[in-house]
């Protein structure tokens, strides 16, 4: 029988990219965003070219109840999940007074609320198929970083979620793999939202850019490797960047600051 993958974010950029690569080795998916037309000719062409079922399922991951209601659909589908991925997530820009509440709160439900709750309510069917979670997190998360601290937070909290749930989860079975992307080239960073005053005022991401089929292959090599139960930095870069943040924590902070006072004149 073909395992089923669910992945969040799979209408563009890395899940889309996830969603292919899982295809292409047999998956059967769930696939899961806001934009229904590219969740279906994603279907349509994944299920064509390699014979697999695609169910598109659109919802908005930032609202609760619709996250209650994918797992809804899940279960009247009667699908038994093998993986979850956890991928969807979007940015918020500028000073946190001029952020409005609706759309912090709406971050904070989609970047970390989300996957909490996806794996809360499908633990028993991962449990029950030996499955993986794989949580798409960012080397952000490492960082704290003054107006883009309400995405670095979430994704701080995801990464600590990521590490304490391997363990518990360890004893039922199932792995848990944390991603940690530099710069990767998608759409992200024109999605961000920022506020008035910091649209002209966005540092584009520095180093070098990864490519999303990249990091999707190597995210279905780890899932594909039942001994692999760890965390992923894609890019030697971004490994060496890792170990220089840790060896060197008060000098990146003391940059951090000073670039974001330099931005204030
Ligand atoms: N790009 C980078 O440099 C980078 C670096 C590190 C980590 N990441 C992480 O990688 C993940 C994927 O981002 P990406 O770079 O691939 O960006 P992207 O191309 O903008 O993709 C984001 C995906 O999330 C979905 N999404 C956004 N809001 C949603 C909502 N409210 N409900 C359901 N789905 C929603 C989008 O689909 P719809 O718009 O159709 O809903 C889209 O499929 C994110 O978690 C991001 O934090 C990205």
Do not use: Q
Not at 37 to 58: F, R, T
Not at 227 to 233: C, L, T
């Amino acid at each position: 029988m073909r395992k089923i993958a669910i992945v969040t974010g799979a209408s563009s950029g890395i899940g889309r990219e996830i969603s292919i690569e899982l295809a292409s080795r047999s998956y059967d998916l769930v696939v899961v965003a806001r934009r229904r037309d590219l969740l279906e000719k994603l279907k349509y062409d994944l299920e064509d070219k390699y014979k697999i079922n695609v169910y598109s399922l659109a919802h908005d991951l930032s609202n609760i109840e619709e996250i209650n209601r994918l797992v809804e659909d899940i279960k009247r589908l009667d699908l038994s999940i093998n993986v979850l991925v956890n991928n969807a997530g979007a940015g918020i820009y500028g000073p946190l007074h001029e952020l409005n509440d609706e759309d912090v709160i709406r971050i904070i439900n989609l970047n970390y609320v989300a996957p909490v709750l996806l794996t809360k309510r499908l633990i028993p069917d991962l449990s029950k198929n030996k499955g993986c979670i794989v949580n798409i997190i960012s080397m952000a998360s490492y960082l704290s970083i003054p107006w883009f601290e309400i995405y670095t937070s979430t994704k701080a909290a995801l990464s600590n979620f990521t590490e304490a749930l391997r363990v518990e989860l360890r004893p039922l079975g199932i792995r848990v793999i944390g991603v940690y992307p530099g710069y990767v080239k998608t759409d992200f960073h024109r999605n961000t939202i920022a506020s008035k005053s910091a649209l002209n005022k966005r540092d584009m991401p520095r180093g070098p850019v990864l490519d999303p089929r990249y990091i999707a292959k190597i995210v279905a090599d780890k899932i594909d490797d039942a001994s692999f139960n760890k965390d992923i930095i894609p890019g030697r870069i971004y490994k060496v960047a890792y170990v220089l943040n840790k060896l060197f924590s008060p000098v990146v902070k003391y940059y951090i600051k000073r670039s974001f006072e330099k931005k204030l004149v």
